[in-house]
């Protein structure tokens, strides 16, 4: 469904990407983990035509994505995306927020969008919430009503970047609740995540990245429990705490 290959990505004279590589297939869901600032998020933007790239390929369904042509925005009706920030229209209803993107994109009549959106916000956890205004929510709930308003559109994927990293630790387990709903319903997603627990749960496969390359890659429990790579090694080290034998130790707890 989604091919990288090869992929190369400046800014300025810094070398974000440097040839990474990696595809996901239809019902598949890749966790991309590593230190803040190797890539990870750009990655996505590339794939969803916000950034260029200047160097390799990436291709959605067969398509070549090139977010200077005109067939960009068909393809983005394809691959959703989740932001960190919700970036909800404070002006209008929660049921609003989630009805807009069928209406005015996709011309779909009114009361289907409406019907539909109903659903998605049930699905979330929110059917209570659908007259409410985004002010009026807490962050764990302003992030599922993002993730019904991409649902909405009924993409093929969608892309997840850090849609976490925004909230207060009670309100995390929510957001991850409705991932893990979609994940079990063969939604392909490619997620950035800074929570292990979630990806060991969750990820048919893992990505490691350092310094804009892919250093290793492969079945979450293999990257998670037995990483090869010093690199890999020593950021689950940092991020879950221990020794690398305590860090395989959890890891396992969990999976």
Known sequence: MIDIRDVHKRFGRVEVLKGVSFSVTAGEVVCLIGPSGS?????????????????????????RVNSRHKSINDLRRQIGMVFQRFNLFPHRSVLENVMEGPIHVNGEPRAQAEKRAKSLLALVGLADKINAWPGQLSGG???RVA????????????????????????L???????????????MTMIVVTHEMQFAREVADRVCFLHSGQIVEQG?????????????TQDFLRRVLGGSEASVCSQCRAAV
């Open 172 to 186: 995390v387990g929510e957001v991850l609740q409705v991932m893990r709903t979609l994940a079990r319903e063969g």
């Open 141 to 143: 709930q302003q992030q």
């Open 147 to 170: 993730i019904a308003r991409t649902l909405a559109l009924q993409p093929k994927a969608i892309l997840f970047d850090e849609p976490t990293s925004a909230l207060d630790p009670e």
């Open 39 to 63: 890539g990870k998020s750009t990655i996505l933007r590339c794939i969803n035509g916000l950034e260029t790239y200047e160097g390799g390929d990436i291709s959605v369904l067969g398509q």
């Open 219 to 231: 079945p979450a429990q293999q990257i998670l429990l037995q990483p090869q790579e010093a690199r």
